[in-house]
């Protein structure tokens, strides 16, 4: 494989030491040690919260779960980078992103637990409900995108994907209508080097960040396990979004150093000698490298972090395991916005089917 | 900025150049085609948040030009002409709906519909559900559809069956100018999605137009009463059906027929109705009959009214064929002959 790209973009080195780079640098000169130190905090909860989920998938608790173990400095760097108004179109996997947002931790596994389609209302926090379908939200978020410019708003859209979706016709469409239209979107890949059992060799010949300038999109190739490097981007894209200069595409070279899900087995596929690799540019050590240089981090502080963590772990646990069924009839309810005479006969047929076995016996759970 | 490619700049589109419009205030005699496009300005006067998007819709007014004039009223901003990729037709519509706009996207031909087939029912059709009502997808699709021009491959289908098999969608289909202007307007105001398909080889069939919305687009309408057989039809069809009911008199046969209009839902009630009236049933589609909407308007009708039947109901359809050269589409089309056919084996004359 040709490497025709620049190296990723690195503020900061595998031992945790700032590296000037005089394009990036104004992007993050605000980040003392107290805001490094929030952005560390986000990533060791959503690492814990991603941990208890996946144990909650193990016990039963959870249908599945996406992990996002390795890839916590590309979703908390972006999703910090962005305005409240902004708009998040994600995939499946951007459960730190949702948390940054504000979703509720119990909200974020709801829809793994199987109790609704969508974990959250996407108009309280800004962040759509993560596709399933891939690559299907980028078209989604350049659609909000020419909606922001119609209504003479600054707002950008910010669409999350993978390597994987790069192959999808919907993200290449998405790029030729943001670019014809100029559109105020983000497209972020997270590059986490797998598609299930495909390596991203087999999604591009070259680096992913290439792609981009063909359709018109500036792009920026940065190191995704560098919170720095990603906010930097993410505020570069943003910024240029806002003052009418178009669509920016990231590639954030990431790695995913889980399954693809709890489903999922990657030591069929996967040379452990290269996730030994990866380990050791684990993000949160990075940035921890970077805070005890700077002397933020004392037993105080680790101490508190991970209490703040064990709390998210704790309440997710919680808000799971108590998680009440929906009500059976609710199976009807919203496929609709106006009244639909065909599915209300089914409604009150089914209604009168379970209350045939009369009030002793629950509904919905057969003869 | 070095690691920052930029790419050379793209030209800005076109946006008003006309006075601004005037909307259909008196009956008038129009085609179908630009009953719609009546219909489309009316919308897009009634609410600011209606954009059009489709390919060609611009200077060209579409293929067809049922969007003839609206660029040079409303601007670039309302009518995007697009670059040609259905998917993204759709998927862009789904993220204008998400911030609270009426997108009416342009289809250009029936079998082109298909590569934005996952937008429509993994996205547009789920969204309302998947947000238990959170966000609502008032998203309008036209789609011209049908047979009968002598047109090449993919220029002639019918896809409706893949649409009302699809919870979360609304499906009509109109026949008449009145309608196109009455049931695009509605499909518009709906809250919910609308697949809105248009009898394309009726295109340029007048029709008097009045500016009011009529029947509800949920309702079937009986177009012709009869007493014996009932005879439901849908777009470009029902005129044949009328023709049919005409010739059928001759015969001594009296046939109702049924102008469905909504083919998701289905009208049962009014289909009931006529069914437990006359005792019999002929359901006539273009499309192929497995799968199709006949079918199961059929067995919805035998569940409900079985103790009425005469007779067995029958379809009268396309065939089972990838829709044929023009040559033979005269064979593949239900026509006035064939559907009398269908009348004659209900009637236990065949």
């Known amino acids: 494989m ?98 940054c947002r504000g979703v509720e931790v119990t909200d ?59 192959s999808q016709g919907d993200v290449h469409e998405a790029m030729v209508f943001a670019a014809s239209f100029q559109a105020p979107v983000v497209f972020f890949c997270q590059n ?52 009418g200069g178009g669509p920016t595409f990231i590639e954030a070279v990431t790695y995913r150093m889980g399954p693809h899900t709890t489903a999922d087995d990657p030591t069929r596929y996967r040379d452990p000698a290269e996730l030994a690799e990866w380990k050791t540019r684990d993000p949160l050590l990075r940035l921890h490298r970077l805070l005890t240089r700077l002397g933020e981090i004392t037993p105080e502080v680790e101490a508190a972090t991970q209490a703040q963590a064990d709390a998210a772990a704790a309440e997710l646990r919680a808000g799971c395991i108590g998680m009440p069924d929906p009500e059976p009839l609710s199976v009807f309810d919203h496929v609709y916005a106006t009244p639909n005479a065909t599915l209300e006969r089914q409604r009150t047929d089914y209604a009168g089917y379970l209350t045939s076995f009369g009030s002793s016996d629950q509904p919905g759970e057969g003869r | 900025m070095t690691t920052l490619m930029t790419p050379a700049t793209v030209s800005t589109v076109p946006g008003l150049t006309a006075p601004p419009p005037t909307p259909l205030s008196e009956t008038k005699t129009l085609t179908v085609a630009k009953a719609i496009n009546e219909g489309l300005r009316q919308a897009m006067l009634d609410d600011p948040k209606v954009v059009l998007l489709g390919e060609d819709i611009g200077a060209l007014g579409g293929v067809f030009r049922v969007t003839t004039d609206l660029l040079a009223q409303f601007g670039a901003r309302r009518v995007i002409d697009t670059p040609l990729a259905e998917s993204a037709i759709i998927g862009t519509a789904v993220g204008l709906a998400y911030r609270g706009y009426r997108p009416v996207c342009e289809i250009q031909f029936d079998g082109f519909i298909f590569p934005g087939f996952d937008q429509i029912v993994s996205q547009v ?41 699809t ?68 777009g470009a069809l029902v005129s044949t059906a009328r023709d049919a009911a005409l010739a059928a008199a001759d015969e001594g046969i009296s046939i109702e027929v049924i102008d469905l209009r909504s083919l998701s839902p289905v009208d049962y009630a009014a289909v009931e109705a006529s069914v437990r009236k006359t005792g019999r049933l002929v359901v006539t589609h273009e499309a192929a009959a497995s799968g199709g909407l006949g ?3 059929i067995a919805t009708i035998t569940e ?44 236990g004359r065949r």
Not at chain 2, 126 to 138: C, D, L
Not at chain 2, 176 to 189: G, K, V
Request: with cysteine; aromatic share 8%; charged share 20%.
């Open chain 1, 2 to 99: 040709i490497d025709s790209s620049p190296q990723p973009v690195q503020l900061l080195s595998l031992d945790g030491e700032r590296m000037p780079r005089p394009d990036f640098d104004p992007w993050v000169a605000d980040l003392d040690g107290p805001a490094l130190l929030a952005l560390y905090r986000d990533m060791v909860v959503v690492r814990r919260i991603d941990t208890e989920a996946t144990a909650l998938q193990r016990q039963g608790e959870l249908g599945l779960w996406p992990p996002l173990l390795g890839q916590e400095a590309a979703q908390v760097g972006s999703a910090r980078a962005l305005r409240d108004d902004d708009f998040v179109f994600p995939s499946y996997r951007e459960n730190a992103v949702a948390y």
């Open chain 1, 108 to 166: 974020i596994v709801k829809v793994w637990r199987g109790n609704a389609q969508s974990g959250w209302d996407p108009y309280t926090v800004n962040v759509a409900t993560p596709a399933i379908i891939i690559g299907a939200q980028t078209l989604h978020a350049t659609g909000w995108a020419l909606g922001a410019v119609r209504d003479e708003v600054d707002s950008v859209a910010i669409t999350y994907f993978g390597d994987g979706a790069t």
């Open chain 1, 192 to 243: 986490n080097h797998w598609a299930i059992s495909e390596p991203v060799g087999v999604q591009a010949h070259r680096n992913i960040a290439d792609r981009a300038p063909g359709f018109g999109i500036p792009s920026l190739r940065i190191d995704g396990n560098d919170v720095l490097a990603v906010m930097a981007a993410t505020r570069i894209a943003l910024d240029r979004a806002r003052t």
């Open chain 2, 125 to 165: 059709a789920k969204f309302h559900y998947r947000t238990q009502g959170a966000v609502r997808m008032p998203i309008t699709i036209r789609v011209p559809f049908g047979g009968g021009i002598g047109a090449a491959e993919h220029h002639s289908e019918s896809p409706e069956a893949y649409f009302t098999h």
């Open chain 2, 167 to 234: 919870s979360g969608l609304r499906v009509i289909a109109v026949s008449n100018a009145q309608d196109a202007y009455s049931l695009i307007r509605q499909a518009i105001a709906s809250d919910d999605p609308v697949l809105y398909f248009e009898p394309k080889r009726r295109y340029h069939v007048k029709g008097e137009v009045a500016p009011e919305l009529g029947a509800s687009m949920e309702r079937a309408v009986i177009v012709s009463p009869g007493t014996d057989v009932t005879l439901l039809s849908y």
């Open chain 2, 295 to 297: 079918g199961e308007i």
């Open chain 2, 304 to 347: 409900r009214c079985f103790s009425y039947l005469e007779s067995a109901p029958v379809r009268v359809t396309g065939f089972d064929v990838p829709y044929p050269p023009a040559k033979l589409e005269s064979h593949h089309l239900p026509d006035l002959d064939r559907i009398l056919d269908g009348v004659d084996r209900v009637m």
